[in-house]
C-alpha cells in the first residue's frame, strides 16, 4: 500500500502544469473548426384560435397632441464640417439641429449627450482640446467660465440682435470684467403659478382675481386648502430656495450685485422676499415633498397638488406627467405670481441656459451660425420652441408659430399668450454672476431656522450672508 | 593577523551600494516593477501633485496661482469646518463600538457548531457588504420615504405617527445613515471575527469547561481576550473608513436636514467638485489626512497599552 502512495513533487507539479500549458495553448492555436450549417425547411402548421372579445364601453381620454410644421428655408451660405454639441437626451438643441441640418447640409451634426458633461466640459477646456462646439450652460457656470476667458467673445455676433433680447438674459451673458458676451441667450426661463381652476373651484374659490391676487391672500386661501387636505403648492421640509429667488425677483432686488462683488441677499429687499417665503411656510399650505420626486407627481396626479410656482420649462415635464382626467389633462392654467407691497414684476426665473461656444472648439463658424440660426430666427427658435422651453428671441414670442401654440396639459387655452406677457414682467434688476450658486447653496441649506422662527428674518439672513461669504469669495469674478 | 585575532574580531564587508544590489538582481526588480510603476503613475504622482496644488489657488483651469498657506488657513476657518467635523466623529464614535458589538455578537451565535441554517445565515450577514452601496442606498431611500417609505407606512399602519426620515429631523436622518452603514458593514466584520473565532483552540475552551467556567466566563475570559488582535485590525480600519464617510450621506440626505449628516468628506466634495476650488479642497483633502493620520496613531498606542 505504502508504494501506491506516490507525493507529487514540486517539479513534478510543474511538468505536469506546464505540459498541460503548452497543450492549451497548441489547442488553441489549432485552426477553426469550420461548421457547416444546413438549413432544413420545416412546415409547421399553426391553427390560431381567435377569441371575439366581448363589447366594452371604454371611456378614454385622447391626448391632443399639436404638431407644429416649421418651414426651413434654402441655405444662406455653404457651411462645412462638423458642430458637434453636449447637451441631455432628448435636448430641444437637437430639434433645432433638424432645420439647421436641412439648411446646411454639409454640416455633420454630432450630438453624443455624454454624462457628467458639466465636469467634461471643464476638463476639455483645461486641456484646450476634445471640446464640443456648442454646450448649453446654465447662466453661473457660463459667467465663471466667460469670467475665466475660456468662451468665444460673441459681442459682435450679438449686437445686431440686442434689442431681440430681454435684458435680464443679455446680462447673464455679459461678463462685467471683461465687457464682452459669451453666451447666446437660450431659454427665457420666465415663471408662472401653474393651476387647476376646476380643483380650485370644488373647494370654493372658483372665483379668484388671479391678476391682483396678493401674497396674503394667496397664503389665507392657501390655509384653508389645506385645512381640506389639499395643497397649492409644493415646500419641501428642508428649504426651497427657488421660493426665495423668485419674491426676490418680483421684488427688484437680487442675491449678488450686477459686478458679481457682493452678497446682497440681506438687503430691504432680501429681508422682504424672506419674509415672504416664511408667510407661505407659516401658511401650511405646501406640500412636503421633494420637488419633482415620485411622491410630488404622486400628488399632482392624484389632484391632492393643486398648484405649483414653476418656469414655463416645465411644460414639458407637466405633460410627461399629466396624462388622465384625474390629474387634470387640458384643465390647467397659468397665472401670474402674487403681488404685494412692493412688488414691482409678476414672474421669476428659475433655470434657463444659454448657448456658448468654447475657444478650444474647432467649429466657431458653424457653431456661431447655429446659435444665429437657433436663436436668432422664428424658424429656428420655433423648432426648439415646440419641446417646452421658451426661446427668448422676441420675435418669435410675437409670432403666431408661439402665441398660437396648444398643450394637452393646457387643452385649447393658447398658453404661450401668458408667457408672452409674462416675458415683460421679468425684472432688470436680478443677476446671476459667478459665485451665485454659493449663495444659492447656502441659502437652500439655511433657510430652514428662519422658516422655523429659531432666528428672526434679519438675523437669519445675516447669517447667510456670514455663511456664504467664504464660498462666494472664492467663486466670485474678482475685476 | 593571527587565527585567534580573525576569531575576535569578524571581518565585515561593507555593503554593496544599491545600483550594484540592482544590477545583481535586476530580474527581480524587474518581476516587481509592474506594481511600483502603477503605484507611482496612480497614487505617488497625484498625490504629490495634489499638494503642490494645495499651495496654490486653480479652479481647473487656467494658470495655477501660488498662494503658500492661504488654502489651509481659509479651510480651517471654514464656516463649516466644526460641524462637519462633530458629525464624522460623532458617526465614527457611534458606528465603531456598536458595529463591533453587533459584529461579535453574531460572530459569536454563528459559530455555534449545531447552529441551524449557520451557512445560511452567514452568507445572508455578508450579502450587503458584497452589493452595490448605491443601489442600497436607493432601497434604504425608498424604505424611510418620508411620504412613500415602507417604514412610514408600517408606522402609520400601527397607529403610530410618522417620522420625517431624512428631511425632517436631524435625528432620524442619522440614525438611518447609522443604521445603512451598520447594515453594509456588519457582514465583513462578522467574517474577521469568525476567522479569529475558530483559531482558537477547543483545548483552552475544555480546559476552562473542566475548570468550571461558565459560558459567560468563558466568553469574557477567554474568547474576547483572544479576539483582542482583530479588535485591534478592526478598529484601527473602520475609524479610517468612517473618518472618510461619504457615499451612506451623500446617497440617502446630501448632508441634510440643516448640514446634520455633512461629513468632512461631503463639505470636500461639495468645496472640490460642485464649486471647483481644486486648491481648497486639496489642502481640505490633506488636513483630513492629517487628522485621520493623527486619530490613528493614537488608537495605535492606547491599544498597544491595552494589549500589553
Redesign the interface.
Known sequence: MLGMEKKLSRRGFLRAFGIGAAVSALAACKPKVVEVTKVVEKVVKETVVVEKEKEKVVTKVVEKVVKQTVEVQKPAEELTGELIFWGHDQHPIDLVATGFVQRHPKVKWISPHPADRG?KF??A??AGSGCPDLFWAEATDAQ?WGC???LTDLTEELLPYKDDFHPLKLNETYIVKTGKYIGWPGDISVSGYYYRPDKFAELGYGDVDWENLTYDDFCLMSAEIAKKGHYTFCF???GWAALFMYALHQLGGTAVSKDGQKITVADEKGIQAMTIVKKLWDSGGGL???WWS??YW?ALQDGTLIGDFAAAWARGFWEAQIKTSEAGIGLWRIAPFPTGPGIKYRSGVWGGAQLVNPKCSKNKENAIAFMKYGFGTIEGAGLAGSWGIVPGYRPYLRSPLFLRMKSPVFGDWYFNEFWAKQEKELSTEFYRPAGW??VN?IIQ??M??ILKGELSVEEGMKRIV??AT??FE??MCKL | MSEALRRAHPIVRPPKPLWKQVAEHWIDYLFISPFFISFAVFALYPLAWAFQLSFSQWSGYGPMKYVGLENYRVMLKDPYIKQTLVNTLEFAYILLPTGIFLAISLAVILNIQDLWGRGIFRTIYFLPYVTNSVIVAIVFTQLFDDSLGWVNQALAAIGLPTVKWLRGSPWAAKTVVILLTHWGGVGYNILLFLGGLQSIEPEIYEAAMIDGANSWQIFWRITLPLLRPIIFFLTIIATIGLLNMFNQPYMLTRGGPRGATETLMLRLYDIGITQQRYGDASAFGFLIGALVITISLIQIRLQRRWMG
Open positions: 465636469q471643464t476638463a477646456m483645461a465663471t475665466n476667458e475660456l419641501p421640509g428642508d412636503d415633498v421633494s415620485a411622491p404622486g450658486g454659493a447653496g441649506k439655511e430652514v431656522p456670514e455663511l467664504p464660498d472664492r467663486t
